[in-house]
């Protein structure tokens, strides 16, 4: 490579970890984008991509974008990470194919069937128990972050005692993608507690003997995976499974208050409740960034991003390019929403995307059921993450059918 191509790059002084920026990222997301394909964010020394293109093709070329080197800022080739690293995030092939095919086997859309009426009436209750209270309500605490909560721990086979613990573990584990700022440090005092409780859960004899906690377990009984990966694995459901899904619900019904057509063509149609998940983690995207690895020196345009940089993925920006999709920034249930990079692309692609799926299908499947029409009440309050879209509270009113 040449080093004058690798000046040859739009260079930004903007700080997408700063707080402003994290409360409302579409301007700099749009500023990357037009920025060019590549841009090089000079406060971290890291290149970032926020066009669709560049970010669907670094995601799919797992050669080239490396993440055994960790998927966030710190770069394990040079730091030491601060837990062991996920053996599916944080790995590359071939370590990472075992571990893969095993959760992908245990969170396939085959095997969630079983669960598929239990949900269903576990989120009918859960709609009934929250409007029996009344028709005002927070919509991300009282159904995006319960319905989880309320069904996930019980799939994995988690005992009861001390589950409050999984959404403060994730969020920090989330923060921690990104640079030491003050969301890492307010979550460092409290982690080594509840890294303690969650690598604690992993143990074979703390889960019940049929969820998918105990389904690893039995695949390294077959000799699928090593006796010594399976409590790793059972922690990734554990740091993946909770916050990713009560942001991706708390985004859809964040989605249906704003857009009440919307709403209306899911009350007519409820067979479009599926859809509206993918149409909102594309909207909102959960997970708005990940960073890869370079494994050489790479061309991308007219520019060369040297071996062993951090590129960092705007998977929101992508999700909203022009380029890519018509009216980016409306939620749309007429669109195809499939394609987008909220779960990621390629072979690190949420793994647990039916299990998100089917949660939010259970929810709105009984939401619609009840519920004929969702206002905003008050303001909305953004719960702000290193990595994650998320919510505080979103004040509803709904008028019952
Ligand atoms: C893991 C893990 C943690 C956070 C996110 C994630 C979105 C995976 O520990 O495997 O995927």
Redesign the pocket.
Same mark, same amino acid.
């Given at each position: 490579m040449t080093t004058t191509a690798a000046l040859d790059i739009p260079v930004s002084q903007a700080d997408p970890f700063a707080l402003d920026v994290l409360e409302n990222p579409l301007q700099l997301q749009e500023d990357l984008r037009e920025a060019g394909p590549v841009v090089y964010l000079e406060r971290y020394g890291v290149y970032a991509m926020g066009r669709y293109e560049q970010v669907h093709t670094a995601l799919t070329d797992w050669q080239g974008f490396q993440s055994a080197a960790g998927?966030g800022l710190s770069n394990f080739r040079y730091e030491n990470p601060w837990r062991p690293p996920?053996?599916?995030?944080?790995a590359d092939p071939p370590h990472h194919d075992a571990p893969r095919l095993v959760l992908s086997r245990i969170l396939g859309p085959r095997t969630l069937q079983k669960l598929r009426s239990s949900w269903l009436t576990d989120a009918e209750a859960l709609v009934d128990q929250v409007l029996l209270r009344g028709t005002e309500f927070d919509a991300a605490a009282d159904l995006a972050a319960a319905f989880p909560l309320r069904v996930f721990p019980d799939a994995v086979g988690l005992p009861d005692a001390g589950r409050e613990n999984l959404l403060p573990y994730?969020d920090h584990? &989330?923060n921690a &993608?990104g640079p030491p700022n003050s969301l890492v440090q307010r979550g460092a005092g409290r982690i080594g507690e509840l890294m303690d409780w969650i690598n604690a859960q992993c143990a074979r004899d703390v889960l019940t003997d049929d969820g998918f906690g105990a389904q690893i377990w039995a695949a390294a009984d077959r000799g699928d995976i090593t006796y010594e990966q399976a409590p790793?694995?059972v922690?990734?459901?554990?740091?993946?499974g909770v916050d990713?899904t009560v942001n991706g619900l708390a985004a859809v019904l964040f989605a249906f208050a704003a857009h009440p057509d919307q709403w209306q063509a899911v009350r007519k149609n409820p067979a479009l409740a599926r859809t509206a998940f993918d149409e909102a983690v594309r909207w909102e995207s959960p997970?708005q960034t &990940?960073f890869r690895t370079a494994t050489q020196d790479i061309e991308i345009g007219c520019t060369v991003i040297p071996d062993g940089q951090k590129i960092l993925m705007f998977l929101g920006a992508a999700n909203r390019d022009p380029r890519r999709w018509e009216n980016p920034d409306r939620f749309d249930l007429q669109r195809d929403p499939s394609g987008h990079v909220g779960f990621?692309m390629g072979i690190?692609q949420?793994?647990?995307q039916h299990v998100a799926r089917l949660e939010s299908e259970a929810l709105l499947t009984a939401l619609a059921a009840r519920v004929d029409t969702i206002e905003i009440t008050g303001p909305v309050h953004r719960h702000l993450n290193n990595?994650l879209r998320s919510w505080k509270s979103i004040p509803v009113e709904v008028t019952l059918s």
């Open positions: 998927v996920s053996l599916l995030l944080e994730g584990t &989330f &993608f790793l694995i922690r990734s459901l554990l740091t993946a990713t997970v &990940f990621g690190h949420c793994v647990g990595t």
